[in-house]
């Protein structure tokens, strides 16, 4: 196995380690998400709020835990690489469209890993790790124009359900 699979593998466990951190907390007490995340209307953060964000939070921990264990299977690695993308998509909509997430260091954290991991996990033409690790001009755009396009594709239904 390549260098750069052993550093994404061990990146990844790191990853779902802490999001086990940030589920325990959520579940424990859901001031957490107020004082740090959602900080521009903690008054909308509840516990049924909270608990889901927690379950959300472990199931990307599942994937991202068993994509470590399991590299080299695609599915799982596409899988792993869409719940970076909806965490990005998340946290970027509570930022910039619905206003409930300023961007503080609580909300940034999640942005910089999210963005990191799409970057380093989408830099080949299958999208999938391989032992290859060149980076082909080609492919990186190709895979920053699909998760751009998606990111915009979503955001667009999202602001035009909302009045912004």
């Not at 900080?39 to 927690?54: E, H, I, M, S």
């Not at 509570?94 to 409930?100: L, Q, R, S």
């Not at 001009?137 to 912004?164: A, E, P």
Request: glycine share 6%.
């Amino acid at each position: 196995m390549s260098r750069f699979l052993n550093v994404l593998r061990s990146w990844l466990l790191m990853v779902s380690v802490i999001a086990v951190g940030n589920t325990v907390q959520s579940f424990r007490d859901h001031s957490f998400l107020s004082q740090k995340l959602y900080t521009g209307t903690p008054d909308y953060v509840n516990g049924l709020q909270a608990r889901t964000f927690g379950i959300w939070t472990l199931l990307s921990s599942i994937i991202r835990c068993a994509c470590a264990i399991d590299i080299q299977n695609r599915t799982l690695y596409h899988i792993t690489l869409w719940t970076f993308v909806l965490a990005l998509g998340h946290f970027l909509s509570e930022a910039f469209i619905y206003k409930t997430a300023p961007l503080t260091i609580g909300v940034m954290a999640p942005l910089i890993v999210a963005s990191e991991l799409l970057y380093r996990g989408h830099v080949n033409c299958s999208g999938s790790p391989s032992e290859e690790e060149e980076l082909s001009d080609t492919c990186l755009r190709r895979g920053t124009l699909v998760m751009g396009t998606v990111l915009s594709d979503w955001f667009t239904c999202l602001s035009s359900q909302q009045n912004i």
